[in-house]
């Protein structure tokens, strides 16, 4: 769409003016048709400059996450290549599904405004409300055996780590297996699903789901949630622009990717670094109990290593797991 393109172009120039007639040429489309395109961004709050023989600049943006923004700093990434920016949806996750079984490419990156139905795990709902969070997910078509990407998980735990702490300058910890927690409180969940293959079993596609509190104040989640969420915002003190931080969360998938699974010690040891469940005493939830155990280690397949009080160690690959001091749980 024009619009998006011409904002690309925009965003692209900085503080530079740019004229009507160049941005028509690079973009292959009517003076008429960039000048159309300006004034519908504009309808939608961007303040943009006009100058006589300057042309336009853009001078303020209001904070979406939209193509025009990210299809330019994302040029060249796997990940990311493909985008699809939408206003509204049930569930990015559930949106991907849809697009892989239509045969949507290895990389497609779907964002939302809000979800109307948004995942978590263990068939929990994910507060998704409109303009405040990042509700992205990552559509990929690994060529490995479903046994093979057991763990990517825990790969894509800390590739949004590395994505918020390039556009933030904080990096979150990761409460084992994969929710994001800043300053003792949940920031981000991950819902990573398969599509196999119904008659061989192969694995057709993953999708890796990302949930960002960025804007939320406290009255943004639900009184349940309230006392265990946070935000970048609440902890920050300041907004943050959610196109930069996709853009930055997106970039860090596409590194993550391209180095799946050869680079798993160099995963493995920065997951351990950012754990923040080893070395505390946590309570694994069943359906049918709640277990005290001490979590002693990440072992070589990121599963978490507990002891319990008779002394007998196991190895979780999945599975609940609250640690004492946090979310209530004292
Ligand atoms: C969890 O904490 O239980 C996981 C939450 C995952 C939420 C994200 S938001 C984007 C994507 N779409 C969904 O419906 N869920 C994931």
């Not at 929710?179 to 196999?196: A, F, H, P, S």
């Not at 931080?245 to 010690?265: G, S, T």
Request: proline share 4%; net charge negative.
């Amino acid at each position: 769409m024009s619009r998006e393109k011409v904002l690309s172009l925009l965003l692209e120039q900085g503080d530079r003016y740019v004229s009507g007639e160049a941005m028509s040429r690079a973009l292959g489309i009517s003076r008429a048709a960039v000048w159309k395109a300006i004034e519908a961004l504009r309808q939608e709050g961007y303040v943009i400059q006009s100058a006589p023989n300057r042309g336009y600049r853009l001078e303020n943006a209001p904070d979406r996450v939209r193509e025009g923004e990210l299809s330019g700093p994302l040029a060249g990434c796997r990940v990311g290549g493909h985008l699809l920016c939408l206003e509204t949806i049930d569930s990015t996750n559930t949106e991907a599904k849809r697009q892989a079984m239509a045969g949507a490419p290895d990389g497609l990156v779907i964002v939302s405004e809000e979800q109307t139905g948004g995942r978590g795990r263990r068939g929990r709902s994910f507060q998704s409300p409109k303009g405040k969070g990042l509700y992205l997910t990552a559509l990929l078509r690994p060529r490995l055996d479903p046994s093979q990407v057991a763990d990517i998980t825990a790969w894509v735990a800390v590739a949004v780590c590395d994505g918020i702490e390039a556009a933030c300058g904080v990096r979150p910890q990761i409460k084992w297996t994969n929710d994001l927690v800043l300053n003792g409180r949940k920031l981000c969940g991950i819902l990573t699903e398969l599509g196999l293959e119904s008659e061989s079993n192969d694995l057709d596609y993953l999708i890796t789901g990302i949930g960002i509190n960025v804007n939320h104040t406290p009255e943004d989640f639900d009184a349940e949630v309230r006392p265990i969420a946070t935000s970048l915002a609440q902890e920050l003190g300041h907004p943050v622009r959610r196109a930069q931080l996709a853009v930055e969360i997106i970039r860090a998938l596409d590194r993550m990717y391209a180095q799946f699974p050869q680079n798993k010690q160099d995963y493995l040891e920065r997951y351990r670094a950012d754990c923040l469940t080893v070395g505390k005493q946590v309570q694994l939830i069943t359906p049918a109990a709640r277990e005290e155990a001490f979590a002693v280690a990440i072992d070589d397949d990121f599963r978490l290593v507990v002891e319990y009080p008779d002394g007998r160690r196991a190895a979780l690959s999945a599975g609940e797991v609250s640690v004492r001091g946090m979310y209530g749980y004292v």
